[in-house]
T-cell receptor, first 118, second 107 residues
């Protein structure tokens, strides 16, 4: 069974960047695609993008294009989400999740609360 | 982008009730539809994938149906641990998208 353990909550100022980590156990990271989503009270659950290790390709939701980077470090079995130029509307819980055969997200990290406040 | 619309946004029900939640896609998504349950402070948990396939260890009182644009999640006999928020999600095409959620609480 795959387990995903995310980094802890952070508080950031507007304009700053944040990097959230997602450590994988129970499977081999290079074999896993990783998706990222976030959840805020106003906007609900939003899919942010995914990383496919088969060809190192990434797909980002247009809303986050230019501000987001998704990467993986196979040596530490850790996936990363970096979000730049933070604004108050980015305050949310960020989740990593692995996909099944038809794109369902079958394993989720516990979530990381990112608060953007001056 | 594909929009997912759930109804109702909330409902009150009693233990033992049959509960049905619907999800409509703004265009056909074949059967690329999943359902999740989420409790406060926790990550979503997968219940149903490919519109009607139950995920591992999900109780049989949960069932999913539909194809194309219209889908339903049914709980045949609501149990105390089922009071939660439920989301649908399409994985037909990126960007994947979620419904706004249906909160099921105690009547």
């Amino acid at each position: 069974q795959v387990q995903l353990v995310q980094s802890g909550a952070e508080v950031k100022k507007p304009g700053a960047s944040v990097k959230v980590s997602c450590k994988v156990s129970g499977d081999t990271l290079p074999d896993l695609s990783m998706h990222w989503a976030r959840q805020a009270p106003v906007t609900g659950l939003e899919w942010m993008g995914s990383f496919d290790p088969e060809d190192a390709s990434v797909v980002y939701a247009q809303k986050f294009q230019g501000r987001v980077t998704m990467t993986e470090d196979s040596s530490t079995a850790t996936a990363y989400l970096e979000l730049r130029s933070l604004r108050s509307e980015d305050t949310a819980v960020y989740f990593c999740a692995t996909p099944g055969r038809t794109g369902e997200l079958d394993n989720w990290g516990q979530g990381t609360l990112i608060t953007v406040s001056s | 982008d594909i929009q997912m619309t759930q109804s109702p946004s909330s409902l009150s029900a009693s233990v033992g009730d049959r509960v049905t939640i619907t999800c409509r896609a703004s265009q056909s998504i074949s059967r690329y539809l999943s359902w999740y349950q989420q409790k406060p402070g926790k990550a979503p948990k997968l219940l149903v994938f490919a519109a009607s396939s139950l995920h591992t260890a999900v109780p049989s009182r949960f069932s999913g149906s539909g194809a194309g644009t219209d889908f339903t999640l049914t709980i045949s006999s609501l149990q105390p641990e089922d009071f939660a928020t439920y989301f649908c999600q399409q994985s037909y095409i990126t960007p994947y998208s979620f419904g706004q959620g249906t909160k099921v609480d105690i009547k």
